[in-house]
Every structure is written in structure tokens, then in C-alpha cells.
């Protein structure tokens, strides 16, 4: 592994809707909030340089807080956007002096060490790459009134998880060449014509989106906690 410098853009400006009220993100898991996780993974790792953690409005000064809490020196408080996309580009605006960016959910917890590093190790191949899984169920493609038009060829399915990484150059590129919305950052390098490379990810790490998701995180955490 080469010295390059890699920053990281962990987006975590949403607003935890189906959550029934409750902040994801400083949710309570493992005895640290559920957002310390993946900042801290990042803190810890020696490649990192920066990391730009982007936000709401309304979870800012408690992010400023925490951020002074658990003595992140590598942060960088960022306000979000209305979409995603909105809320990556504004993050990538803040990225200085590196050769490689790390985009990830901060609703994705368990990040580890190896998930980074495999992930600048695919990137070098082709500018791009991607954490992602095998699907594991039949996927069907449905039409009008839930109709199946067709079984997808499960064998050729991965489901893209994050972390997701670029060269610096190419994602600034698509981003200020994005027209259209996008649901994860490897599609606006696709837009542009550039190949993007899957690696294995892992199936614990999972995003946290509803209250169901938040208990098997806790499950997860425990198992960690013990093996650790």
C-alpha cells in the first residue's frame, strides 16, 4: 500500500424518517452513538487525512459537540444539501490536497480497516470502486399492478453498499457533470463513461435505516464488542 493521501466524505445529513423519531444517528450502539462508528474507523486509520462530515442544519451544533467529545482532529463539519447528491458535492468541495476520496454512509456503522483499504486497492484498477455483495434472493422486475415481467440472472446481481472509492479527479468530474439524480456515487462516474470495479464488501455491513435495521445493528455491535 502506497503513501497516497486519501479523504473521506461520510454523509450524514438526513433526517432519519422512517425511524419513528428517533435520531439514527446518535442512536445509542455499543456504548458510543451509532454515527462515532464509522468516524472513528476513519480516524484511526493511517491513509486518512481528512474527513469531511457532512450534516443537517439541525444536527450540526450537536455534531460540533460530539466532534469535540470524542476528540476528532481529522474532521471537518460540513452542512448538507436537500438531496444526497447535493449533500456528497458540497462535502468534495471541502477535500484538499489528496489523491484519492472515500464516500460512505454514516447510517453504515460497521466499516472497518480492510473494507478501506480493499477499497484503494480496486480503485488504483480503474479510478473507481465500490463495496458491494452477492444478492442472495431472487430478484423479480415488476411491472404494472406488481406484475413480474422478469427474473433477473441472481448470479450477475451485487447490492452496492459504500464504502465507495474514487480518485479525486474523476469524482469532482462527475459531480460538476451530474445532471441527473443519482442514488449512489459510482453512478455519476458511470454517467460518464468510466468503468467501475466491485469488491467484496460484507453482509454485517449494513445500512441502518428503520427501527428493525437499528436492532440487528445492536446485535451485530455485540458480537464485535465480544470478539474484540
Known sequence: MTRDKVGAVIVAAGTSQRMGGIN??????????????SVDTCEEHSLVQQIVLVLNDKDL?????????????????????????????EGLKLIKDCDWVMIHDGARPFLTQDLIEDGLKAARETGAAVAAVPVKDTIKLAGDERLVKETLQRGRLWAAQTPQVFSFDLITRAYENLTTEVTDDAAAVERL???????????????VTTSEDLALARIIAKEWKEKS
Open 193 to 207: 463513461g468510466y468503468k467501475v470495479q466491485l469488491y467484496m464488501g460484507d453482509y454485517k455491513n449494513i445500512k
Open 24 to 37: 439514527k444517528l446518535f442512536a445509542p450502539l455499543g456504548g458510543k452513538p451509532l454515527l462515532a462508528w
Open 61 to 89: 451544533a450537536c455534531r460540533r459537540k460530539l466532534k469535540e467529545v470524542r476528540g476528532w482532529s481529522k474532521v471537518t463539519l460540513c452542512l448538507g444539501g436537500a438531496r444526497r447528491q447535493d449533500s456528497v458535492k
